[in-house]
Structures are given as structure tokens and as C-alpha cells.
Nanobody, 116 residues
Framework: QVQLVESGGGLVQPGGSLRLSCTASGGSTDNYAIAWFRQAPGKEREEVSC???????????HYADSVRGRFTISRDNTENTVYLLMNNLKSEDTAVYYC??????WGQGTQVTVSS
């Protein structure tokens, strides 16, 4: 069973950037569609972005309306990692960010705080 570990969160000022990493063990990220979710305090967990498995090279990439044009999801097969590059961060992006693949368990997540 694939296990995913999130990293790369931190404190950043509005307008800043962060790159989150979702690294897999027990399996290859190539074989899975990987989604990034986030959960802000007092709110439900929401999907932010999703990328198809590598076998679907032209498969769809999805972004939530709130992040489209600012966030970019990508995969690095050599690192067995899926990234979420977040630009022009806003205070409303503050949340714990998680990645998930079919059949995997939720991980610990990584905290992103956008504040001046």
C-alpha cells in the first residue's frame, strides 16, 4: 500500500510562494492519480488540485476555482514526488495541506500559514 508524506509548508507573507512536496513510499506516484487537499480551521477539507497517473500522460489536471492560475501541480518521476507550487499566496490559503492517492491513508499534512 502506497504511503504519502507531505512537506514544504511554512509561514509566508501574502504574495509569496511555497512549493509543497508529496513523496511516496511503498509504490510509485506514477501509478496513481494524486490529489492535494486542504483544511482551514473550522472548515471542511476541500480538494485543491489533482493530477492524473503518469500512464494518462494527457490526462486532465484539475484546479479548484480559488487557486486556478496561482497553483501548479506537477510530478517528478525521478523523485517519486508530486509537487504543488503555490504562487501569489493569500491569507485565505492558510490551511493544513494533504495529498492523497486511491487506497492510501491520510497523512499528517503540512501547515501553510499566509500572514504579514
Amino acid at each position: 500500500q502506497v504511503q504519502l508524506v507531505e512537506s514544504g509548508g511554512g509561514l509566508v507573507q501574502p504574495g509569496g510562494s511555497l512549493r509543497l512536496s508529496c513523496t511516496a513510499s511503498g509504490g510509485s506516484t506514477d501509478n496513481y492519480a494524486i490529489a492535494w487537499f486542504r483544511q482551514a480551521p473550522g472548515k471542511e477539507r476541500e480538494e485543491v488540485s489533482c493530477i492524473s497517473s503518469a500512464s494518462r500522460r494527457d490526462g486532465p489536471i484539475h484546479y479548484a476555482d480559488s487557486v486556478r492560475g496561482r497553483f501548479t501541480i506537477s510530478r517528478d518521476n525521478t523523485e517519486n514526488t508530486v509537487y504543488l507550487l503555490m504562487n501569489n499566496l493569500k491569507s485565505e490559503d492558510t490551511a493544513v495541506y494533504y495529498c492523497l492517492a486511491p487506497g492510501a491513508n491520510w497523512g499528517q499534512g503540512t501547515q501553510v500559514t499566509v500572514s504579514s
